[in-house]
């Protein structure tokens, strides 16, 4: 599992996820996701489209790195999933709570400047 | 797909690097099926959700068992069967994973089980001897329709445990989930307690059947100490709690649905000896002691599932015990730590210390007391020369341990670069300061930091040369010059920016002159009320006390700080170094 951090402007971040969000993919990623995702108040979309499966440790994953943003005052939502995977988000209820977006020029509009 | 092409069983230690091995697995057994995209990633997330499972749960942490993965052709197409013997679990009758509404009620777990219903077209399970044996099957083409149901808005609303009905390896149709629904008690759930475990029905309801039903509301207390206790209470709804000291203490025994209190008192016949309270509004079944003793008892399996209930109560009540000996102990060796590395501390930087005797044109005396058992603050002061005598005093961010260490790494920095040979007089300090901040910088990935103000002192000039990062300025008191605190160079505390430059400045100081620097643990000292010492306060200390030497002088602040105090515990760390010079005056 391997992730990378895009700036894409002064107040949005794009964090593309790529490989298996398993046990082992979580763990390889967990500290700079985690790092990444909730050490600072921030906007963040997370690309899953390089994400070819995604286990419930994954979700606990995501949750996570929600909660984390959404208790200082940021935001994270999640983009293109492929169809098993949106699949799997929907049936855990993930999609009720944080929000997903077909691509990631979607979820950017999704943060007006 | 034929009978040849069916996979090697998988044999597997419950450990966590079972799950990407199980999961390989389950790809190949996809392929060797011929399962789509679609079909082998349910075959996989099913077979890693579930192996994950029994990885966590299954087995002590200390004696991970093993597990079996079977993959075998299913009518309608794939079936895997997944054995472990470790502690009995259905999963079937686990309830289906609330949906959180917002993000502060999400609970991120408790998912796999759930996943694994959801995306199996079916699942069995039974207890086998001592294995458990899961059963899961995909059926090729059919996740289509999983997919178009769990799209819809409504169902997502209300989940549904998925994979229901299922059809029980004993035959059984399990239509939902069993243990909710209004009715339990009709469709025999208390039959399903543990001490009712392979009692016959019919001979239960017949004695359960005339004992009473009641309901008690949060907090409620149905027993006390020293009472006579009349009934066993069979928990249906709502949990119990057992409290040994007060009704409300902090230690307490849970007692779940399916579980009952009171029988110890039953059975031996004395008084109650704890508090029993309901922990939110519970619903229990009153049996009367002599129901209990004399037609309960009696039947079939009653006396052994009682006996075996009150061993694991006993087992479990041994292993806290143990547990809570175990962290007294770590505790202790935690705090015996702590305490050597006071001891190392103070051994550095003593609580007290006078710079004198040898040395008549300059006196030095510092003290520090750490809020807790290890300090961040530290001061310093050393001749770097015959005649040019280095001070220094800093505070590191945060307290105990971290802020300690780190201190001890600023101070010996300090030390080093202070004691290397001068190469320009005037920009020493600087030098120091850049060098020690550089260092620190580069191997901080906690972002911790420190102020420090630190100088040389030229012992026959009088001339003192400074640099500050971002600590306090220090009082000087110069001949008959006002009371005031030193003008210091604006410049960022250390461990930060590598780069950071910093400016030096120079003051004299004539004969007489005393300087006294300190950290926030003076001017930010509390009184209960919340009022703070301040910088004024210290001022004023200097203007009206005429101390006759540097021990004098750090006796006056701390003395000043305590009566302010007035013994309210302080939080921040209590230091300072002070000084006086003499010059080439005769010594006192």
């Known amino acids: 599992m391997k992730m990378s951090v895009t700036e894409l402007d002064e107040r949005l971040t794009l964090i593309a996820l790529d490989g298996r969000m398993d046990l082992e993919g979580t763990q390889a990623i967990d500290q700079q996701f985690g790092f990444q995702t909730t050490t600072q108040k921030r906007n963040l979309v997370i690309d899953l489209s390089q994400v070819s499966f995604l286990a419930s440790i994954g979700i606990r994953t995501l949750l996570t790195a929600a909660r984390g943003q959404s208790s200082r005052g940021g935001k994270l939502v999640l983009a293109a999933p492929e169809p098993m995977v949106r699949k799997v988000l929907d049936s855990t209820g993930v999609d009720q709570i944080i929000p997903i977006y077909p691509d990631v020029a979607a979820a950017r509009a999704a943060f007006p400047a | ?588």
Request: a negative charge.
């Open chain 2, 1 to 588: 797909m034929s009978a040849e092409s069916v996979s090697p069983p998988l044999h597997l230690h419950a450990q966590p690097a079972a799950i990407a091995a199980a999961s390989a697995w389950a790809r190949a057994c996809a392929a060797q099926h011929n399962l789509d995209e679609d079909d082998s990633y349910r075959l996989d997330l099913c077979i890693s959700e579930w192996v994950e499972n029994v990885t966590r749960y299954a087995y002590p942490d200390y004696a991970p068992g093993a597990l079996e993965l079977r993959c075998a052709v299913a009518p309608d197409g794939v079936a895997v069967t997944v054995t472990d013997s470790g502690r009995p679990f259905d999963p079937l009758l686990l309830p289906p994973p609330h949906t959180p509404a917002t993000l502060t009620d999400a609970t991120p777990g408790g998912l796999g089980v759930h996943l694994v219903r959801k995306f199996a077209d079916a699942c069995t399970y039974h207890r086998d001897g001592e294995h458990n044996v899961f059963r899961m099957e995909i059926r090729p083409h059919a996740a289509g329709e999983a997919g178009t149901r769990t799209s819809r808005g409504a169902d997502r609303r209300t989940p549904e445990p998925g994979a229901f009905p299922v059809t029980r390896t004993d035959g059984a149709v399990v239509a939902d989930e069993p243990r909710s629904g209004r009715d339990r008690r009709d469709s025999g759930f208390i039959s399903s307690f543990r001490i009712f475990r392979n009692v016959p029905y019919d001979e239960l309801e017949k004695v359960l059947g005339s004992c009473p039903v009641s309901e008690f509301t949060e907090g409620e207390v149905l027993l006390r100490p020293g009472d006579r206790n009349q009934y066993l209470a069979l928990v249906i709804r709502g949990r119990l709690r057992i409290h040994l000291e007060t009704p409300d203490s902090d230690d307490y025994v849970e007692i779940a649905p399916g579980d009952c209190a009171g029988e110890m008192s039953l059975v031996d016949g004395r008084s109650v000896s704890a508090y029993v309270v309901a922990h939110d509004r519970c619903r229990l079944l009153l049996v009367d002691g002599h129901t209990f003793l004399n037609r309960l008892l009696t039947l079939p399996h009653v006396a052994r599932n009682m006996l075996s209930m009150l061993a694991e109560r006993m087992r479990s009540s041994n292993t806290r015990s143990i547990e809570r000996a175990k962290s007294a102990v770590a505790l202790a060796a935690l705090q015996r730590e702590l305490s050597v590395a006071h001891d190392i501390q103070a051994s550095m930087i003593p609580e007290r210390f006078v710079l004198t005797p040898a040395r008549p044109e300059v006196e030095c005396a510092g003290f520090m007391r750490a809020a807790r058992e290890v300090g961040g603050d530290f001061y310093d002061a050393f001749y770097i020369e015959p005649n040019r005598l280095f001070i220094a005093i800093g505070d590191v961010c945060g307290k105990g341990m971290a802020a300690a260490l780190l201190m001890v790494r600023t101070m010996m920095l300090l030390a080093a670069e202070a004691s290397k040979p001068v190469l320009n007089q005037r920009m020493h300090t600087r030098a120091v300061l850049e060098s020690v901040n550089r260092q620190l910088a580069e191997k901080n990935d906690n972002g911790y930091f420190a102020s420090v103000f630190c100088g040389v002192l030229h012992t026959t000039t009088g001339l003192l040369s400074y640099a500050n990062a971002g600590h306090t300025p220090p009082v000087v008191v110069r001949g008959r010059a006002p009371v005031c605190y030193l003008e210091v160079p604006r410049n960022p505390i250390i461990g930060i920016v590598p780069e950071a430059e910093y400016g030096v400045s120079e003051l004299v100081m004539p004969p007489g002159s005393t300087l006294l620097l300190y950290t926030d643990g003076v001017t930010e000292a509390e009184t209960a009320g919340g009022e703070m010492f301040g910088e004024e306060r210290l001022l004023e200390l200097f203007r009206t006390k005429k101390p006759r030497t540097a021990e004098m002088v750090a006796d006056d602040v701390v003395q000043a700080v305590d009566t302010f105090a007035g013994g309210y515990p302080q939080s921040d760390d209590l230091t300072l170094l002070a000084l006086v010079y003499r010059g080439d005056a005769p010594p006192a």
